[in-house]
């Protein structure tokens, strides 16, 4: 989770994202539409691109211009977005009620997200899911054995993880010619 809200955990950024789902696609529509700060809409969308989320796709050539497309991996966030927005429609919305209503137009049916197990269909809840250290964290608790080096509470140890994988691949890559 960490790794994720590096990339989208800041708050213009997702309005951004979320603009880009809307059809929003050039640096003066973002703008308008957000009333941002030029310099942070261009550190956001600069963070967005690098990172793969979005890319910069020329429109005019004198003077250069670029619209802002998602990718594959920004599209990705679709189901995230329409997630946080349900949350804050269902936990935070006044009596007035939620702002925007989402239709899935195959059925023309009002809808919201639901998380589902991909195997059996299930609705997912917090008490019947389980999570299990993957490659990374397995591998990291195995050289922590190994050494004799305490193993940092589960809470600690992606951070610790994700440290020790960077000096690993930091200490390897110089070692090859």
């Keep these: 989770m960490a790794r994720a809200l590096s990339v ?3 708050r213009w950024t997702l309005l951004i994202v979320r603009d880009a789902f809307k ?8 703008y308008r539409n957000l009333g941002v700060t030029r310099h ?3 550190e956001r969308l600069n963070g967005l691109v690098d ?6 796709v020329p ?3 004198r003077p250069v211009r670029y619209e802002y497309r998602l990718t594959r991996k920004g599209l990705a966030l679709y189901p995230v977005l329409l997630t946080l927005s349900h949350w804050g429609d269902e936990w935070l ?5 939620a702002p925007t209503d989402y239709r899935h137009t195959r059925c023309g049916k009002l809808t919201q997200p639901q998380v589902t197990c991909a195997e059996c269909g299930d609705l997912l809840r917090p008490e019947e899911v389980s999570a299990r250290h993957g490659k990374v964290l397995e591998a990291f ?3 922590c054995r190994e050494r004799n080096e305490p193993i940092p509470s589960e ?7 994700a440290e020790f994988n960077r000096l690993w691949r930091a200490d390897n890559v110089e070692e090859q010619p």
């Design 8 to 10: 989208v955990g800041e």
């Design 40 to 42: 942070r809409l261009t």
């Design 59 to 61: 429109y005019s050539e």
């Design 141 to 143: 608790t195995h050289a």
């Design 155 to 161: 809470a600690a140890l992606p951070a610790a993880a």
């Design 51 to 56: 990172s793969g989320v979005m890319t910069k």
């Design 93 to 97: 919305a006044g009596p007035e009620g």
């Design 23 to 30: 059809g929003t696609r050039r640096f003066d529509e973002f």
